[in-house]
């Protein structure tokens, strides 16, 4: 299985819609050749216009502009993940999956001719900005957004740290654009928060499935357990605003809750090397050279401890993995709203030393056999987002299903990718009751467990009935009777 996965490449399930792309193994690039014939007619069209362009165009062209702009558009107008890496992007994707990048943290993809904000990252300038998933970006400093490519817009938002960039953001309901200047950092995001919400309930927050994800999350989780200085007695396991990473990641985070062995996730495409099967063991989640089981150690209990999964539609691709797998175990119960619906693995291709190809090979589908392409993953309860002010519109909310070119749900024979309906719905009062005013708002970085946090209260809320349930249905010891004398 090692070997099948290296052969298989660099496997991206990131969010795949801009900045925060992540990659997976060393890529191969020895495919079996393709016997089809060469499209003649098609490549002689394609060298008559090169040649119109260098004679004709106003300005002379660069020849390596062209062709580099030519493999642009033909790997992007197939669907919204498959993209053309030249030197500078390749090298930003691997700082991406690192885990430290310089910019101001935002997921973008590009619609309308706009940047449109699929979410901020925590703790970055752009969060700490106030700018929020459905914002649209409509200048960069002085240049119009529109006409500009997604990397191109990209590349000009990110620069040296500590300087300033201007953004001009629409947002529904603001009557002007809003102009937001924030100071450029190095981005270094923290892939796994946790804390004591309570005695006995314990919360974590994956922001992102990174290289040292599962080490981080097993860490978390021991910590957990000293500091209650008892076995927890349920988990919130927060993914929301997840815009996936990396596959083993999320594989290692799904078997710390999973029984070994478990199946978590499998991939179809049309090649022998895009079909595989990964489950709950250390050879799938290990990174390359490490011998250790980051999860050898962890309580025995953990397999069992009561386990809630929050998403919502920023939670996308290895999220969507997790919450899929841990929902078809029956391991634990998914709440908040429809995930993003992000069902396809890209592959790192390599062009040259420098240069590559990232290409959608497969899709992904979850231990029941569910392909959650533009459908998403449907909560076992919804419970619906809200502010103080009453519930928050989500009306600009992207998801995969909104994407140009998207691909299609293999099992939705209309296209419209209608999801399945929850068990239940949680719907917040109108208006909510107001706190102590000294409570931090719940979109506050600094504040992990908010009682603003609606939908993280209400999850809460879920597992201490989960936990309930559980412990009634455990067989009661039968009373000890005293011997007869």
């Known amino acids: ?6 052969k298989l490449g660099l496997l991206c399930v990131g969010a795949g819609v801009g900045v925060a792309v992540s990659l997976s193994f060393n890529a191969v690039a ?71 990048f310089g910019g101001l943290g935002l997921e973008v993809n590009m619609e309308d001719g706009l940047v449109r904000i699929v979410s901020p990252i925590e703790d970055t300038p752009a969060d700490k900005a106030g700018i929020k998933a459905g914002d649209y970006i409509a200048k960069i400093d002085d240049t119009q957004v529109q006409g500009m490519s997604l990397t191109d817009a990209v590349n000009k938002m990110r620069g040296k740290a500590g300087s300033s960039v201007t953004l001009t953001i629409l947002r529904k309901g603001e009557a002007k654009p809003l102009v937001l200047t924030l100071k450029r950092a190095v981005i270094q995001v923290q892939s796994v928060k946790f804390k004591l919400a309570e005695p006995d309930y314990g919360y974590i927050r994956v922001t992102q499935f990174q290289e040292r994800t599962t080490e981080t999350l097993a860490k978390a989780i021991e910590t957990l357990y000293k500091d209650n200085k008892a076995p927890l007695k349920g988990i919130v396991l927060d993914l929301r605003n997840d815009p996936g990473g990396l596959l083993n990641s999320a594989v ?195 504040e992990l467990v908010s009682k603003k946090d609606y939908q993280l209260q209400q999850a809460f809320n879920v597992l201490k009935v989960q936990q309930l349930l559980q412990q009634k249905d455990q067989p009661k010891a039968d009373p000890v009777k005293p011997k007869a004398k």
């Open 252 to 446: 290692g985070v799904s078997a710390a809750f999973l029984p070994k062995g478990s199946l978590v996730v499998y991939t179809e495409g049309r090649s022998a090397d895009a079909k595989i099967r990964l489950t709950a063991d250390r050879e799938n989640y290990l990174r390359p050279g490490n011998k250790g089981d980051y999860l050898a150690s962890l309580p025995k209990d953990i397999k069992n401890v009561p386990l809630v999964v929050l998403v919502n539609g920023g939670s996308a691709s290895a999220s969507e993995i997790v919450a899929g797998a841990l929902q078809d175990h029956k391991r634990a119960l998914v709440v908040g709203t429809q995930s993003f619906g992000k069902g396809s693995v890209q592959t790192i291709l390599p062009v040259d030393a420098t240069s590559a190809v990232k290409l959608t090979t497969a899709r992904y589908y979850t231990p029941n056999g569910r392909s959650i392409q533009a459908k998403g993953i449907t909560p076992d309860i919804e419970i619906e987002e809200a502010t103080l002010n009453g519930r928050e519109d989500n009306g600009l909310r992207v998801r995969e299903s909104d994407l140009e070119h998207h691909l299609n749900n293999p099992s939705d024979k209309d296209g419209k990718g209608d999801a399945s309906k929850p068990k239940a719905v949680i719907r917040p009062k109108t208006p909510l009751p107001k706190l102590d005013a000294s409570e931090p708002d719940a979109d506050s970085p600094r």
């Open 1 to 6: 299985m090692k070997q099948k996965l290296q």
């Open 30 to 100: 020895d495919k079996d050749a393709n016997t089809n014939p060469l499209p003649i007619d098609e490549l002689r069209a394609f060298s008559t216009v090169f040649g119109l362009v260098k004679q004709n165009y106003v300005e002379p062209v660069d020849d390596k502009k062209l062709i580099s702009e030519a493999i642009k558009g033909m790997v992007s107008g197939l669907d919204p993940h498959s993209t053309y890496l030249d030197a500078k992007d390749f090298k930003d994707l691997q700082e991406t999956t690192q885990g430290e």
